[in-house]
């Protein structure tokens, strides 16, 4: 864990953060989320729990670490709605916002997802939990679903019980005595526990102006104090078991949730926390920088209060001091764009709607750098963005040449930052520094609202910076390595509405750019390498149609340069491959050609109903391919499909793939998708031409170790031969780029035994060898 970080205020601070694992195991997936926008909060032993909308995770009181719970741990879903825990049973239940629920019972997860996968009309969200006897009360968006923990099933659902046999939508329960007190939409229902038939309507009653109650609204009620204390648009009443009275005449509340619990009263307010005793003594925690959007709180034995905050995460006031727990992730998981430079991964949060217009993002920039999060937005007061509109960061490139950092925005045009002191520069339409340019059609023709609209950049070999700028006159600009500019016009393709997308730049210096507005396929321009010389210029739209390129969809979605110089592409209709890409102005035949791949017994085209949003290219030239259902990881010809990958056989966090990117010196996978960022340890890393920082792990490998043994730092696609101590050849294998992989067992598919054995790796003309030892204990 980090050490925790005290901050010098009016109170002491304390902000705890929990360090994640260093290395991903090979075959691995870790999560990057954000944990701070919590929801719900419950105690469990030693344990506090939070719910977040990424997830779950809990501080550990005793040890003081923070461990978040996902996916990978066996967890259904994502974005939780509430949780809550019964002692008797032993029992935490966690459900989520699309009616999904876990049950967590002696270290097991059991999933139920029955209201998930039931034909409801409306929403199924699950807003409380209420444990009552034998049974958990899940209060939903379309009534009450009673759970029975001693038998493990489903009891009953209570959907019609408004006063007309409505649906009413349901917020909170309360128990006392033998009645059952619903917060619903429709204001207080009562009925008695245990009556014959709940499902019927008039087994219910609303209480209205006749109980000193209008029927309106309720959103959360609970017993205290022999008392029914409920909230009914944002006053406090107090039901006696006859009739209500307001808790104090003319005072609004904003009450967001109640709790009772060692005898006191503790509601959570958009303003912050009232905490009330059994004597009617009153005691407030208001709202601040600490503790902003509290959701639910609640309290220990020794008084300390938690509070699930949805900007914050879990807070507290443990020890006197004011204090937030969460552990480290990106500030949001928006993941429109993943870049890598070296170790250190770049994320762009922003993104376009379905025709390109803005959605209005500002999360801004996240780096993770030495397992490290960190934001780059007006929130965190990166300097120099407080003063920048820099709505849809859609892109980020790193300089080769001094590390500085460029983002676009699809409104506040380009930015240049260092990553320890903020922008160092901003380019727009109207600065005279650039060649970039607005787009005035963007808002009904209004020349008073303008966008600079920056959509993707590349750096070429000699360290200039290609950038896309959709909407001007000139949509294609480039920023020289001596920081000059010039830009490119490509005449009717400039004035026809074109998006200039995404960039790549091809081993011979010609520029990819997807044409992303529709059917129009992608622009190939060559500058001859004479970029202030226009004269000698050319492009050319590469299209469907043989001759033209020979797409086989003009809708492109992602575009990849791999190891061999060929450009794969991803259409609407799967993927294609230009073999020749230095043949697109020659003249001769450059046409695609779509991969033909074996499918249970059938031939067809690789990937030819899906669309592919994303490519990514490993260290063994292999393919990572995304789509609107999973990832594909395919063979260097792509005619091989090595692995797939989806939410119904991993922890991928979502179907939706919008970016990948690989760090080719560890083989780790960063995959974006639509609910954030997860990454896998893959088996290629990046070769070398020479030997270089050779590392055997595990080493030694433990009695008790399953996984893959890897072998990194190796010569490219290096010859790897394992031998016993004495010569005998007990397994051979071919480098995935710079990285072999043993599985710790002979030929025979049996365990080797345990001894100290000899890895031999060498290039094809053993120009280039190296023997490193490995102790194995069986």
């Given at each position: ?492 393709i400039s004035d026809g509405g074109y998006m200039f997308a995404d960039i790549i730049i091809d081993d011979n210096d010609q520029k990819w750019i997807l044409l992303g507005s529709g059917e129009e396929g992608i622009l190939v321009f060559d500058d001859n390498n004479t970029i202030a010389d226009k004269t000698d210029d050319q492009f050319t739209i590469v299209s469907k149609g043989e001759g033209n390129g020979n797409l086989p ?226």
């Amino acid at each position: 864990m980090r050490l925790p970080i005290l901050l010098s205020t009016s109170l002491l601070i304390l902000t705890i953060t929990a360090a994640y694992s260093q290395d991903v195991a090979i075959g691995q997936w870790k999560v990057h989320l954000p944990y701070n926008q919590g929801t719900s909060v419950v105690q469990v032993n030693d344990l506090i729990y939070c719910g977040t909308q990424s997830g779950l995770f809990y501080y550990n009181t005793t040890d003081n670490s923070i461990n978040r719970l996902s996916k990978i741990d066996g967890f259904s879903d994502l974005a939780i709605n509430a949780i809550n825990y019964d002692k008797d049973y032993n029992i935490l239940i966690i459900a989520y916002s699309n009616g999904n629920i876990d049950l967590v019972k002696d270290n097991k997860i059991t999933n139920l997802p029955e209201i998930k996968d039931k034909m409801i009309p409306g929403t199924k969200e699950i807003h409380k939990i209420i444990f009552n006897n034998n049974y958990a009360y899940l209060c939903c968006s379309f009534g009450i679903v009673v759970y029975d923990m001693q038998n493990n099933e489903f009891k009953e659902s209570y959907i019609n019980f408004g006063p007309d046999g409505e649906s009413p939508e349901v917020f909170d329960l309360a128990f006392q005595d033998s009645s059952i007190f619903a917060a619903t939409d429709l204001g207080i229902l009562e009925a008695n526990k245990y009556s014959f038939n709940l499902l019927d309507y008039k087994s219910w009653t609303l209480h209205d102006d006749a109980k000193n109650i209008p029927a309106k609204s309720s959103n959360a009620i609970v017993s205290f104090n022999d008392s029914i204390y409920a909230n009914v648009e944002d006053s406090l009443y107090i039901y006696n078991g006859n009739t209500w009275r307001g808790y104090i005449s003319g005072e609004s509340w904003e009450i967001l949730s109640m709790n009772s619990m060692y005898n006191k009263l503790l509601i959570t307010k958009a303003n912050g926390i009232e905490i009330i005793d059994s004597t009617n003594n009153r005691e407030e925690i208001s709202t601040d920088w600490y503790m902003p959007d509290p959701q639910e709180c609640i309290m220990n034995e020794e008084g300390v209060i938690w509070i699930a905050d949805f900007i914050q995460g879990l807070c507290s006031n443990e020890s006197g001091t004011r204090r937030i727990y969460r552990p480290d992730g990106p500030a949001s998981n928006e993941a429109y764009y993943i870049s890598i430079s070296g170790n250190d991964v770049w994320v762009a949060s922003g993104g376009v709607d379905n025709i390109w217009g803005n959605i209005w993002n500002n999360d801004g920039l996240f780096s993770y750098i030495d397992d490290d999060w960190k934001p780059y937005n007006r929130s965190n007061k990166t300097p120099g963005l407080d003063t920048i509109n820099y709505t849809d960061l859609v892109t980020v490139a790193v300089s080769p040449k001094n590390g500085n950092i460029f983002t676009g925005s699809m409104y506040g045009g380009l930015i240049e930052l260092d990553k320890d002191k903020g922008v160092l520069n901003h380019y727009t339409g109207d600065d005279n520094k650039s060649t970039l340019d607005w787009q005035f059609n963007l808002f009904e023709k209004d020349s008073t609202k303008k966008a600079c609209r920056i959509f993707s950049l590349a750096f070429d070999d000699n360290n200039n910076l290609w950038i896309s700028n959709i909407g001007a006159t000139s949509p294609l600009s480039v920023l020289r390595s001596n920081d000059t500019w010039e830009s490119f016009d490509f005449g009717n393709i400039s004035d026809g509405g074109y998006m200039f997308a995404d960039i790549i730049i091809d081993d011979n210096d010609q520029k990819w750019i997807l044409l992303g507005s529709g059917e129009e396929g992608i622009l190939v321009f060559d500058d001859n390498n004479t970029i202030a010389d226009k004269t000698d210029d050319q492009f050319t739209i590469v299209s469907k149609g043989e001759g033209n390129g020979n797409l086989p969809s003009n809708g492109v979605h992602s575009i990849a340069k791999d190891l061999n110089g060929e450009i794969w592409v991803g259409t609407d209709e799967g993927i294609t491959v230009f073999y020749a890409p230095y043949l697109v102005f020659s003249g001769d035949n450059f046409d695609a050609q779509q991969i033909f791949v074996e499918q249970d017994g059938y031939t067809a085209y690789l990937l030819e109903t899906e669309t592919v949003t994303a490519i990514a290219v490993d260290g063994a030239n292999r393919k990572w391919l995304g789509t609107y259902n999973g990832i594909w990881l395919v063979s260097e010809d792509g005619t091989e499909v090595i692995q797939q990958f989806n939410t119904d056989n991993s922890p991928l966090l979502s179907n939706n793939i919008t970016s990948i990117a690989i760090n080719n010196s560890t083989g780790e996978v960063f995959i974006g998708t639509d609910q954030g960022i997860i990454s896998y340890r893959s088996t290629a890393t990046e070769g070398q031409t020479t030997h270089q920082n050779v590392l055997v792990y595990p080493n030694p490998v433990r009695e008790n170790f399953t996984g893959d043994i890897a072998i990194k730092g190796l010569v490219e696609n290096a010859n790897v031969k394992i031998t016993d101590i004495s010569g005998n050849m007990i397994y051979e294998t071919t480098a995935l780029g710079g990285q072999a992989i043993w599985n710790g067992k002979n030929y025979n598919g049996d365990r080797a035994q345990t001894g100290v054995y000899l890895i031999f790796s060498s290039n094809d003309d053993g120009s280039e060898t190296y023997v490193a030892k490995l102790l194995f204990i069986n």
